[in-house]
C-alpha cells in the first residue's frame, strides 16, 4: 500500500492572489493542521479569521503552524487566544508551532499565548503533542 | 361611596340626614339618571374630584361644613364652577337664607319636605340643560377636530409629496426639512440621518433662517440631551428654558432659539434619524405638533429608507468595478503605489476604466491602465479578460511593447473589430532606474522630477487594441530616479465638454507639480484640482508609482487611515530601516516593526471616516537613537477590543521609551530605541 498525501486545501491567498498572507488546512489524523504564511496585520486579520471560523468545527484538535509567518502583531495573537480559549471550552486542543528565535516567537511569547495554548517549535513535535493530547491531558 | 367614575349625566345628592337622602332617591329614581350620595359638604367636594356631575342637590344646613361653604368652594374650583346647585330649605327659612343660597351660588331652591313632582321636573330641566352644554362642547371640540385634521392631511399630503419626488437622499432630505420647518412655522430646522459606515446620526440637511447647530453635526444615540430622546424612539417638546446651559448648547438651541420639537424617524422599528425643528417662541409647538409631525416623520423614514437603499443600489454596481480593480497594490520596498477610481455621475453602471500592478520581481514592476469604450456589465468584462491576459503576459516575461502586440492579437481573434480598448503598459525597473512604456491609444503618463518640473513621457502615437492587425506597436524606455513620480491615468481625468484637450493636459501638469509628495494625496490633490469630483459624465482612474529614495535622512509618510497602510508604513520602514539602521539585528528589526505597526493600527482602528481622515508617521535617527512617531488627528483611545488590549503593551515592551501626547485635537505617540553604541551586534535582543 503506498502512503497517501493528506488532503490539502487552499483556504486563502495562494500564488499570484496578491494576498498578504497565505492560509492551507491538511487533515492529519489526530486533527486538522492549518498553515498561514506570509505576513499578519490589521489589513488581513479580518479575512484570515473569517477563513477559519469558516471551517467546519469537528476535529479532536487542531494545531496552527506559523513556521512560515515572516510577521505578525497583536490582531493575529487576539486572533490565536480567542480561538484558544473558545476551543478550550469545547473540549478541543490547540497548538501554536512556531520556531523558537524568530520574530514572531518572540511576539507570542511577550503576549503569553503559551497561557492559552501550548507552542511547539517544529511542525513534527506540535503533530506529536497533538496525538499525545488525544489520550492525554497536558 | 363607590363607583361614580366619569357619568356625564351624574346627580349628587347631599344631605346630612340619610333618610333624607333616601327620600330624594325614591323620588329622583324615575329618571334614570346616575345618583351619587353624600352626607356631608367634606364628602361631596371628595367626590367632585372625581366625576363629572350634571346637577348638585344640597342641603343648607348640615353639621360640620354646611352647604352655602360647600357651594362656594365648589364654584371657586374651576372643575366644578359650572355646576348648577339647588339648595334644598327648611320650611321655616327666612328670607335672609335664601337670599345668601342665592349669592353662594345656587340657581334654585326647594323647600322641604318637597313635592316629589316639582322637584323632579326641576331636576329634569337641569339635566337637560347640562346635556346641551355637553353636546355643544363636544361639537367645538369636533369642529376644531376636524380642523385639525384637515391640516394634519394636509402636512402629510405635502410631505408626502416630497417623499414620492425625489430619490436621491440628499435632494430628498433638503425636501423634507425645507417643508417641515415651513408647515410648522420653525425658525430652523435640521434633518439627521444614520449613516452606515460611521456610528451615530448626522446632520444631512438644514433650514430655516435660524442656525440649529449640533456640535460635530453628529448626535450620539443614548448621549446628551438629542441621543437620549433619540434612544427613547420617542418624539419630544423641549423649552430652552427648562434646560441648563449646557443641555441647550448641546440641543442647538443658541440664541434667539426658545423651543425644540424632536421626533425620530422609524423604519420597520429602526432608527433612520432623527428631525428636529426649533422656533424662536416658548411653547411654539404643541402636543398636536408633536403627534402630527411623528405621524409625518413615519412617511419621511420610508422615504428615506427607500432613498438609502436605492443608493445602496448603485454602490452595488460601484463595487463590481472595484471588484475588478485589484484590492491592494503591491507591497514594495523600493516603490510607493497610490490608486484612485472615481465612477461616472449618478447614473448606476459600470464605467470601463481599470488599472493594475504586478510585482515581477524585487526590482521590478509591471503596471497598467486601461480604458473598455462603453459602460455596463459587457465593458466590465472586457476589462476583465484584458487585465487577465496582461497580467499573464506580464508575469511571463514579456517586454511592453510585445505585451501588447500579443494582447492585440488576442482581442482580434476574440473579439473581432468593433471592440475598443485602450491601454498604457509600464514596466518599472527600480534597480535600473528606468521606465519602459507602450501603449495602444491610451494617454501618455506624466513624469514628476525631484526638482518638481513635470512632462509627458511620450512613445510613437498608436491606435487602440483591436483596430488594426498590422498595427506596430512601440515601446520607449526613460530613466526614472529615487524620488521621481509617475502618474497614469484615464481620458476622464483630462476630458471636459467644450474645452480644448490641451487646455486639459495642461492643467493635469500644474496639479501634479503642485501636488504633496505622498503618492495618496498626491492622487486627492490631482483629483481635486482636475476638478473630478463634480459632474463627471466619464469614470476616472489614477494611478501614481514613486521610487522610494531611502537614503533621504528622515522617513515622513502621510498615509489614509485604512487598514492597508499599516502594511505600507511597516514595509516603508523595514527598507527604511535597511539603509539608515543596517547594524539591526533581524529580531530588533522586527521589535520595532511591531511597535509601529501597532500604533498605526491604533490609528486606524478609531480612524473617524475611512476614506478622509490620514495619518502622518515619521522615523528619524539621531547618532545611536531611534525616534518613530505616529500622530493622528483624532481623538486617541486605548487599544480595543480588536487587538485584545495587547498592543499597547506591546508597544512599551518593544521600544525603550513609549511617549503619548493627547491635545485637543491631534495625539502622538512617539517611540524611542537605542542602537548598539559599539557597532553592530546583539545587544538589542531584550529591551
Not at chain 2, 335664601?98 to 345656587?106: H, R, W
Not at chain 2, 430652552?240 to 426658545?258: F, N, T, V
Not at chain 2, 516603490?335 to 453602471?349: D, E, I, N, S, V
Not at chain 2, 489614509?560 to 523595514?574: G, I, K, N, Y
Request: with cysteine; net charge negative; aromatic share 4%.
Amino acid at each position: 500500500m503506498t502512503e497517501q498525501q493528506p488532503p490539502r486545501r487552499e483556504l486563502l491567498g495562494g500564488a499570484g492572489s496578491g494576498e498578504l498572507a497565505s492560509v492551507t488546512a491538511t487533515e492529519h489524523g489526530a486533527g486538522l493542521v492549518l498553515a498561514i504564511s506570509g505576513e499578519v496585520d490589521i489589513s488581513n486579520i479580518d479575512s484570515i479569521t473569517h477563513a477559519i471560523y469558516e471551517l467546519p468545527n469537528t476535529e479532536e484538535g487542531l494545531l496552527i503552524d506559523l513556521s512560515d509567518v515572516s510577521y505578525l502583531d497583536s490582531s493575529a495573537v487576539s486572533l490565536l487566544h480567542d480561538l484558544a480559549m473558545r476551543l478550550r471550552s469545547r473540549a478541543q486542543r490547540m497548538i501554536v508551532v512556531s520556531p523558537p528565535h524568530s520574530p514572531p516567537r518572540r511576539i507570542l511569547d511577550l503576549t503569553a499565548l503559551y497561557v492559552n495554548a501550548p507552542i511547539a517549535d517544529t511542525l513534527d513535535s506540535g503533530i506529536r503533542l497533538l496525538r499525545a493530547g488525544n489520550n492525554a491531558p497536558l | 361611596m363607590a363607583d361614580y367614575q366619569d357619568q356625564p349625566g351624574t346627580i349628587l345628592l347631599v344631605d346630612d340626614h340619610r333618610e333624607n337622602l333616601a327620600a330624594l332617591q325614591a323620588v329622583l329614581e324615575p329618571l334614570r339618571e346616575p345618583l351619587v350620595l353624600a352626607e356631608s359638604g367634606e364628602q361631596a367636594l371628595r367626590a367632585l374630584l372625581h366625576m363629572e356631575c350634571s346637577l348638585i342637590l344640597l342641603d343648607v344646613r348640615m353639621a360640620g361644613m354646611d352647604g352655602l361653604q360647600t357651594a362656594r368652594i365648589i364654584r371657586s374650583r374651576p372643575g366644578t364652577s359650572h355646576i348648577p346647585i339647588i339648595f334644598m330649605t327648611a320650611q321655616s327659612s327666612e328670607l335672609d337664607e335664601i337670599t345668601k343660597a342665592y349669592e353662594s351660588g345656587a340657581v334654585d331652591y326647594v323647600v322641604k319636605p318637597f313635592e316629589p313632582e316639582i322637584l323632579r321636573a326641576k331636576v329634569g330641566v337641569f339635566v337637560q340643560l347640562h346635556r346641551e352644554r355637553v353636546e355643544r362642547v363636544r361639537e367645538s371640540r369636533a369642529r376644531a377636530e376636524a380642523e385639525a385634521v384637515a391640516r394634519a392631511v394636509r402636512t402629510l399630503q405635502i410631505l408626502s409629496d416630497a417623499a414620492m419626488t425625489y430619490l436621491d437622499i440628499d435632494e430628498l432630505a433638503a425636501a423634507l426639512v425645507q417643508r417641515s420647518a415651513e408647515l410648522f412655522g420653525a425658525a430652523a430646522a435640521v434633518l439627521l440621518l444614520r449613516d452606515d459606515k460611521l456610528p451615530g446620526l448626522h446632520v444631512r440637511a438644514r433650514a430655516g433662517e435660524q442656525a440649529l447647530e449640533i456640535e460635530d453635526d453628529r448626535i450620539r444615540v443614548g448621549e446628551d440631551v438629542l441621543g437620549e430622546i433619540a434612544a427613547t424612539r420617542g418624539g419630544a417638546i423641549l423649552q430652552a428654558h427648562d434646560l441648563d446651559a449646557e443641555d441647550r448648547a448641546k440641543a442647538g438651541l443658541g440664541d434667539g432659539l426658545a423651543s425644540l420639537l424632536v421626533v425620530p424617524l422609524l423604519s420597520a422599528g429602526e432608527l433612520m434619524g432623527l428631525l428636529l425643528l426649533a422656533a424662536e417662541h416658548e411653547n411654539h409647538f404643541d402636543q398636536r405638533d408633536l403627534e402630527l409631525l411623528t405621524l409625518a416623520a413615519d412617511r419621511m423614514a420610508l422615504a428615506v429608507d427607500h432613498a438609502q437603499r436605492y443608493a445602496d443600489g448603485r454602490l452595488l454596481v460601484e463595487t463590481l468595478q472595484l471588484s475588478l480593480l485589484p484590492e491592494r497594490l503591491p507591497l514594495h520596498p523600493r516603490m510607493q503605489l497610490a490608486a484612485r477610481y472615481m465612477p461616472a455621475g449618478l447614473a448606476p453602471q459600470v464605467g470601463g476604466d481599470w488599472y493594475d500592478a504586478v510585482e515581477l520581481d524585487d526590482n521590478r514592476i509591471a503596471v497598467m491602465i486601461g480604458d473598455v469604450v462603453g459602460h455596463g456589465i459587457r465593458a466590465a468584462i472586457t476589462m476583465s479578460e484584458l487585465r487577465n491576459a496582461l497580467r499573464a503576459f506580464a508575469i511571463e516575461g514579456h517586454s511592453p511593447g510585445e505585451a501588447l502586440r500579443q494582447l492585440d492579437r488576442v482581442v482580434l481573434a476574440t473579439r473581432g473589430p468593433g471592440m475598443i480598448a485602450t491601454l498604457l503598459f509600464i514596466v518599472i525597473d527600480a534597480a535600473e532606474g528606468t521606465v519602459t512604456l507602450a501603449r495602444a491609444g491610451h494617454p501618455p503618463p506624466a513624469l514628476r522630477a525631484v526638482d518638481g518640473s513635470v512632462r509627458f513621457l511620450e512613445t510613437a502615437r498608436t491606435l487602440p487594441l483591436g483596430v488594426d492587425p498590422n498595427e506596430v506597436s512601440s515601446q520607449e524606455t526613460y530613466p526614472m530616479k529615487p524620488g521621481e513620480t509617475l502618474l497614469l491615468f484615464t481620458d476622464g481625468l483630462v476630458e471636459r465638454r467644450g474645452e480644448p484637450i490641451t487646455d486639459s493636459f495642461d492643467r493635469l501638469l500644474d496639479a501634479l507639480a503642485q501636488a504633496p509628495a505622498e503618492v495618496e494625496l498626491l492622487c486627492e490633490h490631482v483629483l481635486q484640482k482636475t476638478g473630478t469630483e463634480q459632474g463627471r459624465d466619464d469614470d476616472v482612474a489614477v494611478l501614481a508609482v514613486q521610487l522610494v529614495d531611502a537614503s533621504v535622512g528622515a522617513l515622513e509618510l502621510k498615509l489614509p487611515a485604512r487598514a492597508q497602510s499599516v502594511t505600507v508604513a511597516r514595509h516603508r520602514l523595514r527598507a527604511w530601516l535597511e539603509e539608515n539602521a543596517p547594524e539591526l539585528d533581524p529580531i530588533a528589526r522586527a521589535d520595532l516593526e511591531v511597535a509601529w505597526s501597532e500604533a498605526c493600527s491604533n490609528v486606524v482602528r478609531h480612524a473617524y471616516g475611512p476614506a478622509e481622515a490620514f495619518f502622518d508617521a515619521s522615523a528619524s535617527r539621531e547618532g545611536n537613537e531611534l525616534r518613530m512617531t505616529v500622530r493622528d488627528t483624532g481623538q486617541w483611545r486605548a487599544p480595543g477590543s480588536r487587538s485584545g488590549g495587547r498592543g499597547l503593551p506591546l508597544m512599551k515592551e518593544l521600544s525603550d521609551e513609549l511617549v503619548i501626547d493627547r491635545q485637543d485635537d491631534s495625539t502622538t505617540v512617539t517611540m524611542v530605541r537605542q542602537l548598539p553604541s559599539d557597532g553592530p551586534g546583539t545587544a538589542m535582543l531584550c529591551p
